[in-house]
């Protein structure tokens, strides 16, 4: 019996198992050897045993590797069949604040006092801040993954994993505010 979500993935379970889902077709074990740079074989097919065992991978007649479940990747979520960073949900709705903030700006430029032109172009500042920022960090949290430096995956991980990616966001934000006050004068 499969015991889904149990086990951690990390390091080269998570490297073979990801490479299975960006593949997209039944693999073997010599082209997971091939794609991981694992040393033989063996070693790949023992990877991909200990995926098929947690139930998420599923040997097929040939003796090839599939995608059977979706595994929980602290840090990341499932659109479809593809793993976004959760950071991105976040720049996502940034978006959609700057342009709801822009298209006001725009409908009452021509009627508004001038302070609430200055008010909302810094407020677009904030939000386009927001979103690079957030935007940044799913880039950063992508390039982690692909270097093997993934934290580890499981339910118990996932809110401390969350809550330092958004302690790490906030430390930047806070070191470019404080940056950014000392080059313009302005006191925080």
């Not at 951690?8 to 074990?29: A, D, F, N, R, S």
Request: with cysteine; net charge positive; charged share 20%.
């Amino acid at each position: 019996m499969a015991k889904t979500g149990n086990e951690e993935l990390e390091g080269i379970t998570l490297e073979v198992y990801l490479h299975v889902l960006k593949m997209g077709k039944p693999v073997g074990p010599r082209e997971v050897m091939k794609a991981a740079s694992l040393s033989s074989p063996s070693v790949a097919y023992r990877h991909l045993q200990k995926l098929e065992d947690l139930g998420y991978l599923q040997k097929n007649a040939y003796g090839e590797y599939i995608t059977k479940n979706k595994a929980h990747i602290s840090g990341f979520v499932w659109v479809g069949k593809r793993l976004m960073p959760k950071m991105w949900e976040y720049s996502i709705i940034f978006l959609a604040i700057l342009v709801a903030e822009a298209a006001i700006l725009a409908i009452h430029y021509r009627v508004e006092t001038y302070e609430f032109k200055v008010f909302f172009l810094l407020l677009i500042l904030i939000t386009a801040l927001a979103l690079s920022v957030f935007t940044i960090e799913g880039f950063l949290q992508i390039k982690r993954t692909r270097n093997g430096k993934h934290e580890k995956t499981s339910v118990q991980n996932s809110s401390s994993s969350i809550r330092d990616n958004k302690t790490t966001t906030m430390h930047r934000l806070n070191c470019f505010l404080l940056s950014f006050s000392f080059k313009t004068n302005i006191t925080l």
